[in-house]
């Protein structure tokens, strides 16, 4: 079954260094997701991306985020300057349209010392 | 008040047990209605999707939307250990064509089924 890939499993980052979440998503899907989900707390959407440009994103998507499809096949986030608030799992998704086949992947855990 | 409500449990109950999970929700423009399974350290799994009220039935899983009440449930019939896992609800207004399928998650119910 396709699945949607990310890596690192974990990363852990000194506060203020940047980081650079990858993912792969299904091959055939077209729109992109990223999500994070503090330990105890929900999962946040965080940004959608369809099209090659930022659809909506929430408020918790500030300046130091921001999103790339580089290659046609990776979807990254890039966290600019780490703060210890950042620290949670980051989870991918992707979809074929806004909601068919809407698949997330394992996740990242990102930890800020 | 919360846009989704969950209750975060945990529950416990007994193999073979009928498991009722529960959302609420405030925002009257959602249409479409999740729910997922999520392990330890892993990502949502996609259970059971449906679309205004009604209800849908998938093997051992029942998922019911009264959108009068803005009230989900999950149900799962003869429940196994393997079924331990968190429960999340999510829900959003949007689906299928321009529309970019945010979706919006309740806190998630800690499910324990015991031999």
């Known amino acids: 079954e396709p699945e949607v890939t990310q890596t690192p499993s974990h990363q852990v980052t000194q506060m203020g260094q940047e980081v650079i979440l990858r993912c792969v998503p299904i091959s055939n899907h077209l729109y992109f997701y990223w999500y994070r989900q503090i330990l105890g707390q929900k999962v946040e959407f965080l940004v959608s991306f369809y099209n090659n440009e930022i659809s909506e994103k929430s408020e918790i998507f500030d300046d130091q985020f921001s999103v790339e499809r580089p290659d046609g096949s990776n979807f990254t986030l890039k966290i600019r300057s780490t703060k210890l608030e950042d620290s949670a799992m980051y989870f991918c998704?992707?979809?074929?349209?806004?909601?068919?086949?809407?698949?997330f992947g394992s996740g990242t855990r990102l930890t800020v010392v | 008040q919360k846009e989704v409500e969950q209750d975060p449990g945990p529950l416990s109950v007994p193999e073979g047990a009928i498991v009722s999970l529960n959302c609420t929700y405030s925002n009257s423009a959602f249409q479409y209605f999740m729910w997922y399974r999520q392990y330890s350290r892993k990502g949502p799994e996609l259970l059971m999707y449906?679309?205004?009220?009604g209800n849908k039935e998938d093997g051992r899983f029942t998922a019911q939307v009264d959108k009068s009440s803005k009230y989900i449930s999950l149900f799962i019939r003869d429940s196994q250990p393997s079924d331990s896992a968190t429960y999340l609800c999510a829900m959003t207004p949007h689906a299928g064509g321009t529309s970019y399928g945010k979706l919006t998650f309740g806190q998630g119910t800690i499910l324990t089924v015991h031999p």
């Open positions: 998704a992707s979809s074929l349209d806004s909601l068919y086949g809407y698949t």
């Open positions: 449906t679309y205004s009220s």
